[in-house]
């Protein structure tokens, strides 16, 4: 499957660029469930919290390239020249491991934070502990 891909993308006599694309597939496909995770947990945040998280995203995204992108890239794209797209491409991979890391305990310190409130909203009755999640937040 991935020749037919690659020879949609870059047809004729790219062979050279056909090779790039060969060595970048494996870093794509692997990436996705990471990729969809990091997209999920965006949404979670964005959908849960209203505006408040826009501050937390744009700092977690400045300490993400900061710290983990940029480092990332210079291991990867300038230690390997003759692979330098696998390289940005792993640096990605590794600002999407950071952004799923901080998302997750974001979301997992939000549910905390709900559900902290709902057992001591409802202590000692039979209320369903999602309730908070499913009101509008009044």
Do not use: I
């Amino acid at each position: 499957f991935e020749p037919q891909v690659a020879s949609f993308f870059l047809p004729g006599s790219a062979t050279g660029a056909k090779e790039v694309l060969r060595g970048v597939w494996p870093v794509l496909t692997y990436a996705q469930p990471l990729n969809a995770a990091v997209f999920t947990l965006d949404g979670l945040v964005l959908a849960s919290q209203g505006y408040a998280p826009f501050a937390f995203l744009r700092e977690m995204m400045e300490v993400g390239t900061g710290l983990v992108f940029l480092p990332a890239l210079y291991l990867f794209y300038l230690g390997a020249h003759h692979r330098a797209l696998s390289g940005v491409w792993l640096a990605k991979v590794a600002l999407n491991v950071w952004r799923c890391a901080a998302l997750a305990s974001r979301v997992a310190w939000w549910l905390g934070q709900v559900l902290g409130k709902s057992r001591l909203a409802h202590a000692g009755s039979a209320e369903p502990l999602l309730e908070p999640l499913l009101s509008d937040g009044a």
